[in-house]
């Protein structure tokens, strides 16, 4: 099955962001698509899932649309300052954008990954997460969050 925009969009962040990983020495950092699976991971970790997205009308008349998603990095660190290290590094790391892939998956592999554009970040907005209530009384995952959101183009119109 081919992956359609949203979940190209997931997974070619996931990858890109794996591979600067490496590149840049970090080690043990989980990389996930969704929460659920962030509960059972050994901390720090970071979740990528497409939130709100803009289609703008290409131009008058047409049904034509330009995409901008909204990507939610979530980051689970195992203290404060590793949240802290992990944001900065993120930021820097997505900042000038990322490869965009078109993925095809058959029974959960992945069969093809083809290189077809670039993901443009056109904003991001850093927000710590915090509960107000007393960081030992919540659960490993929540004790240490922060969320960076950045929205994205691939600058192609959808027909």
Not at 39 to 56: Q, Y
Not at 80 to 95: Q, S
Not at 124 to 150: A, M, S, W, Y
Request: charged residues 25%; proline residues 4%; glycine residues 6%.
């Amino acid at each position: 099955m081919a992956y359609r925009i949203s979940r190209n969009l997931e997974a070619s962040i996931i990858d890109y962001i794996e591979e600067q990983l490496v590149i840049d020495n970090w080690s043990d950092i989980n990389v996930v698509k969704t929460f659920a699976r962030v509960s059972g991971l050994n901390l720090p970790a970071i979740c990528i899932r497409c939130g709100e997205t803009d289609h703008r009308k290409a131009q008058l008349g047409d049904d034509s649309t330009f995409r901008t998603a909204s990507v939610l990095i979530d980051i689970f660190g195992i203290n404060d300052g590793n949240r802290l290290d992990l944001k900065d590094w993120l930021i820097g790391a997505v900042k000038r954008g990322m490869p965009y892939y078109d993925y095809t998956v058959v029974g959960g592999e992945v069969t093809s990954k083809i290189p077809n554009g670039r993901i443009r970040v056109q904003d991001i907005i850093d927000t710590p997460i915090n509960f107000d209530v007393d960081k030992n009384i919540l659960q490993p995952p929540d004790r240490f969050r922060h969320l960076i959101t950045i929205a994205v183009s691939i600058g192609k119109v959808e027909e």
